[in-house]
T-cell receptor, first 118, second 115 residues
Framework: AQKITQTQPGMFVQEKEAVTLDCTYD???????LFWYKQPSSGEMIFLIY??????QNATEGRYSLNFQKARKSANLVISASQLGDSAMYFC???????????????FGTGTQLKVEL | GAVVSQHPSWVICKSGTSVKIECRSL??????MFWYRQFPKQSLMLMAT?????????EQGVEKDKFLINHASLTLSTLTVTSAHPEDSSFYIC???????????FGSGTRLTVV
């Protein structure tokens, strides 16, 4: 079974609009972390935002916020006021606790290609 | 802080030759790191986990004799693709376990093309 599912292979958004990128996850570990990364065409992985499984509040970092719905196992990324420079591939990833055999490795979803249009 | 230097950023090699990719942490030390492979327009797939001074742990389906990982110090890890073939052409990226960015700092990646 997929641990991280991103169902939107591609998304378009108009400049200055908000966009939501979907991510659902599957784990039986009570302690886990959820990440979002941006990957431009250059290939580098840019950390955007992190949500811990025990965090009560949704994470926010500037224009990025994470809509964390634990019961539904979803961790959607919301980008507000989209800019042309936001065009990139976006990956959701999960870290599971080392004690349960996750080894602290990151497991990635398949990604969403975001295109911001004028 | 938490800067990783990965070299080379791109390399073209002939089929049958070996290629070494180096990842060096510039301002921190890390005992654990990960090597990922990414085919075009696909996700990052974990190849192996390495701990300094120990043998790497490879994911299922990754040939350990083909992808040699050496994590000889707390600041340096190398991935050697031996006897490379065109199907090994991919984007390879290293990740150190760090305190920064909630635990992971990535190298800038290496695009390998085998002709």
């Amino acid at each position: 079974a997929q641990k991280i599912t991103q169902t939107q292979p591609g998304m378009f958004v108009q400049e200055k609009e908000a966009v939501t990128l979907d991510c659902t996850y599957d784990t039986s570990d009570p302690s886990y972390g959820l990440f979002w990364y941006k990957q431009p065409s250059s290939g580098e992985m840019i950390f955007l935002i992190y949500q811990g499984s025990y965090d009560q509040q949704n994470a926010t970092e500037g224009r990025y916020s994470l809509n964390f719905q634990k019961a539904r196992k979803s961790a959607n990324l919301v980008i507000s006021a989209s800019q042309l420079g936001d065009s990139a591939m976006y990956f959701c990833a999960m870290r599971e606790a080392a004690l349960t055999g996750g080894g602290n490795k990151l497991t990635f979803g398949t990604g969403t290609q975001l295109k911001v249009e004028l | 802080g938490a800067v990783v230097s990965q070299h080379p950023s791109w390399v073209i090699c002939k089929s049958g030759t070996s290629v070494k990719i180096e990842c060096r942490s510039l301002d921190f030390q890390a005992t654990t790191m990960f090597w990922y492979r990414q085919f075009p327009k696909q996700s990052l797939m974990l190849m192996a986990t390495s701990n300094e001074g120990s043998k790497a742990t490879y994911e299922q389906g990754v040939e350990k004799d083909k992808f040699l990982i050496n994590h000889a110090s707390l600041t340096l890890s190398t991935l050697t693709v031996t006897s490379a073939h065109p199907e090994d052409s991919s984007f390879y990226i290293c990740t150190f376990r760090t305190r920064a960015n909630y635990g992971y700092t990535f190298g800038s990646g290496t695009r390998l093309t085998v002709v």
